[in-house]
Structures are given as C-alpha cells and as structure tokens.
T-cell receptor, first 110, second 110 residues
Framework: ETGVTQSPTHLIKTRGQQVTLRCSSQSGHNTVSWYQQALGQGPQFIFQYYREEENGRGNFPPRFSGLQFPNYSSELNVNALELDDSALYLC?????????FGQGTRLTVV | LAKTTQPISMDSYEGQEVNITCSHNNIATNDYITWYQQFPSQGPRFIIQGYKTKVTNEVASLFIPADRKSSTLSLPRVSLSDTAVYYCLVGEQGADKLIFGTGTRLQVFP
C-alpha cells in the first residue's frame, strides 16, 4: 500500500463526454502528478501540482486540466473525450526522491 | 532529456539472479538513475536510485560504471512474484515529472 488512493477504479464514458478522476495523496505529500498509461506503454506525464499550483505540464492538450486542493488531494478533468483517451490514469504523490503511485483509474471511452 | 534504452523482455527462472541493463548515453551531470517496477493494473513502485558506483537496498542492487552511460539493475534470486515490467529512468534527483520508456518485461518461470 502506497497511501495514494484513486477513484473510481474503473470508468466507461462515451466519446465527447467529460470525466473527473480523483486522487488522495499520501499524508504530508504536497506534490501530485498525473500520468496516462496506454496499453503496453510506459506512463506519460500529464501535469504536476505543487501547493495547489500547476508546476509543469507534459505534451497534453488543454482539455486535460487539473486541480489540487488545500489538503493536497487532486482531480484530473478531461473534456470532450476521445477514443484515444482510453488508458490507465495514474496519480503519484511525492515529497522528495520517491514517487508513490496509486493503483490507477482504468478509463474506457466508447 | 536523456533517453534510455533497455531490452523489451527477459525470461528467467526462480532462484536465478537477473540483471537488466539500461543504456543512457546522453545522461547529464545532474541526472540520477532510477528504477521502478510495475505489476499489471497497478501503479509503478520505486525500487532503487543511484548516481554512481553501486547502490544496494533490501530489494535490488544498482551498478553504475564510471562513465555513467549505462546502468544495471540486479535482482538476486528472483521469485515468481518478481514478474513485472521494470522501468529505467534518468533525470534530476526527485520524483518530479518522471519520463518513462516502454520498460523491460521480466517473466519468471518456476
């Protein structure tokens, strides 16, 4: 157990819809990062939040957005879902050298 | 960003030592080498991190030659539960904005 909890674990959405994924970080960790992992690929960095501010973004379009709350939990929002958005979405919290990942949310877009 | 190259897959048997080599010819002076392990439908898990020479913990050893252009993750006496994907990452020390490749899929047989 990493202390990082994601919800929901699985989700099915229709193309064009919007989705919100949630992440509860490990206690005291003020940095949260989100990753997208397509089948058979390594995780790809989406963005990172540090003390409620976005602190770096990967090569993802603006329809991928996020929030971090005062308790350091975080949300990932994806608008106008596309079929290629189907993936495992991972949240990781960190305070130093090591990133602690949640178990992920498996999103399927149909 | 330093690119890493590692074998796509490896097979081993229980009780054997497994060595996974990662090539990172363009590693920068400030870069560290980090390895993560990922089981199916779970988030990656930190294994070990090093800068030079040898690092050992309760799980693995990491060997880094003087030129730092490659590194080797060594797993002593693997078991079936070590079957997973192993990722080699190169970047600044810390857990920020991790860049994953496609990893090495290790299969351990009885």
């Amino acid at each position: 157990e990493t202390g990082v909890t994601q919800s929901p674990t699985h989700l099915i959405k229709t193309r064009g819809q919007q989705v919100t994924l949630r992440c509860s970080s490990q206690s005291g960790h003020n940095t949260v990062s989100w990753y997208q992992q397509a089948l058979g690929q390594g995780p790809q960095f989406i963005f990172q939040y540090y003390r409620e501010e976005e602190n770096g973004r990967g090569n993802f379009p603006p329809r991928f957005s996020g929030l971090q709350f005062p308790n350091y939990s975080s949300e990932l929002n994806v608008n106008a879902l596309e079929l290629d958005d189907s993936a495992l979405y991972l949240c990781a919290s960190s305070l130093g050298t090591e990133a602690f990942f949640g178990q992920g949310t498996r999103l399927t877009v149909v | 960003l330093a690119k890493t190259t590692q074998p796509i897959s490896m097979d081993s048997y229980e009780g054997q030592e497994v060595n996974i080599t990662c090539s990172h010819n363009n590693i920068a002076t400030n870069d560290y080498i980090t390895w993560y392990q990922q089981f199916p439908s779970q988030g990656p898990r930190f294994i070990i991190q090093g800068y030079k020479t040898k690092v050992t913990n309760e799980v693995a050893s990491l060997f880094i030659p003087a030129d730092r252009k490659s590194s080797t993750l060594s797993l002593p006496r693997v078991s079936l539960s070590d079957t997973a994907v192993y990722y080699c990452l190169v970047g600044e020390q810390g857990a920020d904005k991790l860049i994953f490749g496609t990893g090495t899929r290790l299969q351990v047989f009885p």
